[in-house]
């Protein structure tokens, strides 16, 4: 659910922020996995509330690339509803043979907030057999405040549509090099919005720290997905 208003930037403005709180129900199908998530409207969530098209696009990409998630310490940042962290949970846990190869070990984080809606679509979406492996972890993360009371041991880092605001480009920043710090690769997918200075930060910003990829436009959505690992040369 957007605002009406410029399609190139659905992102609420004030006016469009919902004074009561209620709360909506969609099923996903992605990679063959059926996903219930429950989107809380309200002005306290802001865009923490909806599923935004970058996140969809990151989880067709890893079906696109079979990207291996089972076996992995894997983050997600932002997390939002959580319908990235949650697939990637439910993908990172298929057909495994135990003695070869552990599930996926999924955290999702996001500002305090958001944690409620956050672990009720957790709960949601547990497999009828049960986790395989302990279930999605969900922990509050403010980027440049509390990270590092977090490990730097993580396999993959993900980021679905949290580059928007340009005050908190520099914590994300810090955050992200500190979770990275063992050779973590980092996922981001993002609406590019001139006017949120996105396309600066995947340009000046990141690179200062990362080396960063670009894998995927879709210009119809004027959606990039990047791929970013932290420099060594630094």
């Known amino acids: 659910m957007t605002c009406v208003g410029d399609e190139d930037d659905p992102f609420p403005a ?13 099923l996903y199908t992605l990679v063959g996995q059926e996903l219930k998530i429950r989107q809380v409207f309200g002005a306290n969530l802001g865009v923490a ?21 089972r076996g992995k310490r894997i ?6 509803t959580g319908v990235v962290g949650i697939l990637a949970a439910r993908l990172g846990n298929l057909e ?8 996926a070990a999924v955290t999702l984080t996001d500002l305090p907030l958001a944690l409620p809606q956050l672990q009720a679509n957790v709960s949601a979406n547990m497999p009828s057999s049960g986790w395989p492996s302990p279930p999605p972890t969900v922990l509050p993360l403010s980027w440049g405040e509390d990270h590092m009371n977090f490990p730097s041991d993580w396999d993959l880092v993900l ?14 920043v810090e955050t992200l090099a ?3 710090k063992n050779g973590a690769v980092v996922y981001l997918s993002s609406k590019m919005r001139k006017e949120h200075e996105t396309p600066v930060f995947f340009k000046e910003r990141l690179p200062n720290r990362f080396n ?4 995927h436009r879709d210009e ?6 990047y791929r970013a690992s932290l420099r060594t040369d630094l």
């Not at 922020?17 to 909506?24: C, G, M």
């Not at 599923?51 to 990207?67: D, P």
């Not at 605001?165 to 994300?172: A, D, G, S």
């Open 14 to 26: 004030d006016h469009c922020l919902f004074a009561e709180t209620f709360s909506q129900d969609n």
């Open 49 to 69: 509330a909806p599923v935004w098209e970058a996140a969809l696009q990151m989880c067709r990409y890893f079906e696109e690339q079979c990207v291996e998630l």
């Open 75 to 80: 983050l997600e940042l932002g997390a939002g």
């Open 96 to 103: 495994l043979n135990v003695h070869v190869l552990p599930g």
């Open 159 to 172: 980021c679905a549509d949290i580059i928007y605001l340009p005050e908190t480009y520099p914590l994300l």
């Open 178 to 180: 500190h979770l990275c």
């Open 212 to 215: 960063v990829e670009l894998l």
């Open 220 to 225: 119809r959505q004027n959606i990039n997905i």
